[in-house]
């Protein structure tokens, strides 16, 4: 699988399994490691495996690479990702210069639709150029 497919199908599982947590009305996880920093979710009657067929999708929406955790609060998903034409595949700490666009996009935890996007030209000479690496933070209707 080339690196490009699996960090897609990362993000899609990613999206897929916080659609499912909200379609089961859990708490907000507004930022790494959920609301209190410890990764535990308090939620109750949680499923212990997916049905035959996996969870129902409610929604698709597409993005491209990075290695970013969603945030997700206030009805909202917050996540970053990285576009580019070039090949970031490359050799464990080789560090090539790769022109992208870095991006952070706000999808309607509902709909999937992205309300909104900022986007900024970014050039990566780092390992594992395939787009970022944090989690957002929503407090206060800001992210």
Not at 113 to 122: M, N, R, S, V
Request: glycine share 8%; hydrophobic share 45%.
């Amino acid at each position: 699988m080339s690196a490009l497919r699996f960090v897609n199908a990362i993000m899609t599982f990613v999206l897929a399994s916080t659609c499912f947590a909200l379609a089961c009305s859990a708490d907000d996880w507004p930022r790494w490691m959920g609301p209190r920093r410890d990764n535990t979710w308090n939620e109750k009657n949680l499923l212990q495996s997916f049905p035959a067929g996996g969870p129902k999708i409610l929604w698709r929406t597409t993005i491209a690479n990075g290695f970013a955790g969603p945030a997700v609060a206030e009805g909202k998903i917050v996540v970053g990702d990285f576009v580019t034409a070039g090949d970031f595949r490359m050799a464990n700490f080789e560090r090539l210069a790769l022109k992208g666009t870095e991006r952070v996009l706000c999808l309607d935890e509902i709909s999937g639709k992205i309300l909104w996007q900022h986007e900024l030209p970014i050039e990566y000479s780092i390992s594992y150029p395939a787009g970022p690496r944090c989690t957002p933070i929503i407090e206060n209707g800001k992210v």
